[in-house]
């Protein structure tokens, strides 16, 4: 008898162990395309490179990410006004030794001296301490004349949430209006791939409207009322638009005139507006100047229009993605909602302070003559130098058989249309792959680039796309270049018709 127990107690414990947890569905329906199985494999890569007998099966010595919008990993500095203050800031004792040493004063001028004590006077507890849900008042002080200056219309500290990157923000929103299985969120195809996880993970679904690729990804608002009408003869209810400008992954910027029209949508059809806005520093020569859609929803008056509008550090000139700063502002969101929303914010208590800061350091940069001077330069140089990496890439891309490239009028990025030989599709499809997904594969395990494929995004069926930066550093962009252009013209002659050699 005990020898039975045992045995069943044995057994009992190892099915216990083996079973596997039991996850929310919803987290597989969430896919994220920027960080996904490409990535994966460049850092099995990554691996195989730090040691010298296994390099040797790779055809270079590094891996380039250009699969993701992340300045300072591709060698862009940082304002050196913003870290300085921050490294005050975060070294208090320092900070209190120069003020009251003239010795020491020399280290750092007068204007970082006084910003840093300035937000060291705002905080209670020191940037280790938490702060309001909705972020330090003096910072989102800060952003509200950031606003105001940027529109010609005031701002409300109050209605200004500062988030973990914009990210933290869109979140925040999309878990507030998301209601369950029935509800649609309108989002834009190709699109930052955020939008359609969090649909996911809120058990909504995605309406998607195609960007008019023929006229440089423009949102047409007729095809945004289809994709509404769709939705609801498909029995959801549409809550809110997302818009993206300048556009990622399309690089697009739109037009007032677009923009008004997705504003009187929004006012027609009671769906709230979410304006990822976080590469308005970042608009080139000849494209439609950027506008907010807060400035419009003023302009027209339209007070019935819900908006949510998000920027972040991470993008712009300023690239401090790792810092994780961000904000949304919100206009014409009713009490309840606002009370809503400020109970969500405060489950995880409040975003990271430096990153709360970097904001700030942002949306307010120096004044004082020299300092100002040295800060429009680098900042004017920067945003420079992404035009003639982008103009130069697109040019190149486009020039190559059987790729079209559109030079990009914002963000970060270019977003290539590659017309992919019917053998490499065969290809694809026996190993389980999306057509563009096989090409980035390719790529990656040729060259060492790392890219998106366009099917990550969402693009109309038939058609094939892959994102990539346009970061590397200007020195290097010759390089990629030609390593982009002998890659494909191996692949296209590898995958040809009339080649008899190609592997299935």
């Known amino acids: 008898m005990k020898l039975a127990l045992l045995l069943f107690a044995s057994l009992n414990l190892f099915r216990v162990a083996s079973d596997k947890l039991e996850l929310n569905p919803l987290v597989y329906k969430a896919e994220y395309a920027v960080r996904g199985f490409l990535l994966d494999r460049a850092m099995e890569i990554e691996a ?18 250009c699969n993701i919008g992340n300045p300072a990993a591709l060698g862009q500095t940082p304002p050196e006004f913003a870290r300085e203050v921050l490294s005050l800031v975060v070294n208090q004792n320092l900070l209190n030794s120069i003020e009251n040493d003239d010795n020491l004063k020399y280290l750092f001028a007068s204007e970082i001296i006084e910003r840093a004590r300035y937000y060291s006077n705002g905080m209670t507890g020191g940037i280790g301490a938490y702060t309001d849900s909705k972020g330090l008042r003096i910072v989102r002080d800060e952003i509200v004349q950031f606003i105001q200056n940027r529109d010609g219309y005031p701002s409300d500290p109050e209605s200004i949430f500062l988030t973990d990157g914009a ?66 003869a498909n029995g959801q209810t549409p809550r809110a638009l997302v818009v993206i400008n300048p556009g990622n992954p399309t690089g697009a910027s739109l037009s007032r005139s677009a923009l008004e029209d997705i504003v009187r949508f929004c006012q027609r059809n009671h769906v709230v507006l979410l304006a990822d806005e976080v590469y308005q520093e970042n608009v080139y020569t000849g494209a439609p100047p950027f506008i907010s859609f807060k400035q419009i929803v003023r302009d027209l008056r339209a007070d019935d229009v819900t908006l949510a509008s998000f920027h972040s550090i991470s993008k712009g000139f300023t690239g401090e993605c790792g810092l994780r700063g ?57 945003l420079a130098s992404l035009e003639r990496r982008a103009l130069k ?82 020195d290097d962009i010759d390089v990629v270049i030609s390593t982009i252009g002998d890659f494909h013209h191996a692949f296209l002659t590898r995958y040809a018709e009339s080649t008899h050699t190609h592997e299935l």
Not at 48 to 65: C, G, T, Y
Not at 327 to 353: F, G, H, I, R, W
Not at 468 to 473: I, K, Q
Request: glycine share 6%.
């Open 393 to 474: 890439i697109a040019k190149a891309l486009d020039a190559l058989p059987g790729i079209s490239c559109d030079k990009a009028q914002g963000a970060m990025y270019l977003f290539p249309n590659i017309d992919i030989p019917p053998l490499a599709v065969a290809a694809a499809r026996k190993r389980n792959l999306q057509p563009d997904a096989f090409y980035a594969l390719n790529l990656l395990e040729a060259t060492g680039l790392v890219v998106v494929p366009g099917s990550g995004f969402g693009q109309l069926n038939g058609t094939w796309h892959f994102r990539t930066t346009f970061l590397p550093p200007e």
């Open 167 to 232: 990210s933290g923000a869109a979140k925040l929103i999309i878990q507030l209006i998301m209601r369950g299985p029935g509800d649609a969120l309108l989002a834009p195809a190709p699109s930052y791939p955020l939008y359609s996880a969090l649909a996911a993970l809120s058990n909504g679904t995605i309406a998607s409207y195609y960007l008019d690729e023929a006229k440089q990804w423009d949102a047409p608002v007729k095809e945004i009322e289809r994709a509404y009408n769709d939705a609801i």
């Open 48 to 65: 195989d490179l730090r040691n010298a007998e296994s390099a040797k099966k790779w055809p270079f010595q590094k891996i380039v990410r």
């Open 326 to 382: 961000g904000y949304m502002e919100l206009a014409n969101l009713d009490p309840e909602a606002m009370t809503q929303l400020l109970k969500l914010a405060s489950l995880t208590l409040c975003a990271n302070v430096i990153g709360q800061l970097a904001v700030g350091l942002m949306v307010h940069p120096p004044a004082s003559n020299q300092i100002a001077a040295k800060y429009t330069k680098d900042r004017d140089e920067k």
